[in-house]
DNA sequence: ACACGATACCTAGAAACTCTATGCATAGCC
DNA sequence: GGCTATGCATAGAGTTTCTAGGTATCGTGT
């Protein structure tokens, strides 16, 4: 499915827990919704590098088994941005709950 | 703020507790949320003519105090929809949270 | 040796959803 | 007469995501 808006949301989150790259974050987003959230690769990459750009994240290569790898971690505008977007997504989820569950 | 792909579940939301037009539809939502969710009239008249479109909701004119209104009510597909969609968010909502909250 | 899937990155163009800004018209209040 | 609320509508722009490609390395199976 797939709701706008979330994306980086779950991005800045997977960097919370410590630097990763664009491949693994996908796979992690994917395996810890069992396959719920599934974001495409011409989404993630182009994403990443927004966030890059809005210095919310920022990036260092690295060769692991002759692979070379874009690792991404969390600036301190981007600790701060996933603290606001948390209370965001929070609230949103809140008040569209209200509207469905309320009584005419 | 408004979470792109949540308006068209809102709308369904609202009709199913009885017909409604336009411009009640959005002022409903946004006192219902506390003005959390805020859909423009921009969005929301596009999107109750793509809905009649798809024959999800069906339209009539009433004249209401010197006004005319455009009335929408739930067709049969209408209902199967909103269900559908109350389970995809639902699912999705779940699905951000566990994601959200799992320890690395 | 070679194919194939998994890993890893990237971009262009289209599609989907929402917003801003505008227009038109009527009703009620001051 | 002017202002706000009601009520509908569209055009164009902006944001987010998808589809559909492209490049390259590594490991495994045959």
Redesign the interface.
């Known amino acids: 499915?797939?709701?706008?808006?979330?994306l980086q949301?779950?991005i800045l989150?997977a960097l919370s827990?410590?630097a990763s790259y664009g491949y693994e974050i996908a796979k992690e987003?994917k395996a810890?919704?069992?396959d719920?959230?599934d974001f495409q690769e011409g989404t993630l990459y182009p994403t990443l590098h927004k966030l890059e750009k809005e210095a919310l994240i920022e990036a260092y290569v690295a060769e692991v088994d002759g692979r070379r790898r874009r690792y991404y971690r969390l600036t301190k505008a981007g600790e701060r941005a996933l603290n606001e977007e948390?209370r965001?997504?929070e609230?949103?989820?809140?008040?569209?709950?209200?509207?469905?569950k309320?009584a005419?």
Chains 1, 2 share one sequence.
């Open positions: 499915m797939n709701v706008k808006g979330s949301l779950l989150n827990r410590g987003i810890k919704s069992r719920v959230l948390r965001e997504w609230a949103y989820v809140q008040a569209v709950n209200t509207v469905l309320e005419s």
